[in-house]
């Protein structure tokens, strides 16, 4: 299965079970499948039984040619260009709303300060200011500026999360967008890995029938250089003096051609 998608299991030299794409990059077999390490050697049992990183390294390179490599760079070079846009948009929807937030909070600051010295403007000072302690004016005042203050920040409050709201809105879609491109390159990356490891299967029992075939073809080929050979000897030396002179004629006449 991971052959299929152009990964291969190795071996880690400090991880137990690793994986290798096409281009020998090695990923931590637990965080690609999502299984702990535990559950891995249950399943797949010591990880001294596969072969090392390097010699995964030389299989691939065995495998995988340079016309599997163009492919493989193209279809990764569109998806880079497919993706580039939304890289784009995804840069300027961050600096809108974090002007937006610095924005919402230098005004919000503004309008506490406001508040706080409204607040201050209503005590007075001096004999005045004591007859309010004394008349209890002084603290209905606190009690106006503390309610004042409280609605305020609750108005803040909710201009605060009518702004989160829309921003988390503005990521969803646009994360929704990424997850939709990512989607069709993900089925166009394991449609090209299948093809590639079918291209693979066709080479190796093309491979293996030119093996079987080969020997029979040798055996063939020696069993007629035989026969020939025994047929010479089995002519009168008449007959094999008249055959040289036919080899020298036809020297002679390849000689003047």
């Known amino acids: 299965a991971l052959e299929e998608r152009n990964m291969f299991l190795a071996q880690g030299d400090r991880r137990g079970f690793v994986v290798m794409d096409h281009s020998s990059k090695v990923y931590s077999l637990s965080r690609f499948g999502g299984i702990n390490s535990k559950d891995l050697k249950t399943r797949l049992g010591s990880p001294d039984q596969l072969p090392t990183v390097a010699a995964t390294q030389d299989k691939i390179r065995s495998m995988v040619n340079s016309d599997v490599l163009s492919r493989i760079k193209l279809l990764k070079k569109r998806h880079l260009m497919e993706i580039q846009p939304l890289q784009e948009k995804k840069a300027e929807l961050v600096r809108v709303q974090r002007a937006e937030r610095r924005e919402l909070s230098d005004q919000q600051d503004i309008e506490q300060n406001i508040v706080a010295e409204n607040g201050k403007g209503r005590f007075r000072r001096g004999v005045m200011g004591f007859f309010d302690k004394v008349t209890g004016k002084?603290?209905?005042?606190?009690?106006?500026?503390?309610?004042?203050?409280?609605?305020?920040?609750?108005?803040?409050?909710?201009?605060?999360?009518?702004?989160?709201?829309?921003?988390?809105?503005?990521?969803?879609?646009?994360?929704?967008?990424?997850?939709?491109?990512?989607?069709?390159?993900?089925?166009?990356?394991?449609?090209?890995?299948?093809?590639?490891?079918?291209?693979?299967?066709?080479?190796?029992?093309?491979?293996?029938?030119?093996?079987?075939?080969?020997?029979?073809?040798?055996?063939?080929?020696?069993?007629?250089?035989?026969?020939?050979?025994?047929?010479?000897?089995?002519?009168?030396?008449?007959?094999?003096?008249?055959?040289?002179?036919?080899?020298?004629?036809?020297?002679?006449?390849?000689?003047?051609?």
């Not at 990512?182 to 291209?199: D, M, T, V, Y």
């Not at 025994?230 to 036809?250: H, I, L, V, W």
């Open 138 to 257: 002084e603290r209905r005042l606190r009690l106006i500026n503390q309610k004042e203050t409280a609605q305020l920040k609750q108005k803040q409050k909710e201009v605060q999360e009518a702004m989160i709201f829309r921003q988390n809105r503005d990521r969803t879609e646009l994360q929704n967008e990424f997850k939709q491109v990512r989607g069709k390159q993900q089925q166009e990356r394991i449609l090209l890995a299948k093809r590639i490891h079918e291209f693979r299967q066709v080479q190796s029992r093309e491979q293996a029938l030119k093996q079987s075939i080969r020997p029979a073809f040798d055996r063939g080929k020696q069993e007629k250089n035989h026969d020939t050979k025994q047929r010479g000897d089995m002519n009168t030396p008449q007959e094999q003096e008249k055959n040289q002179k036919k080899k020298r004629g036809r020297t002679r006449n390849r000689l003047f051609e």
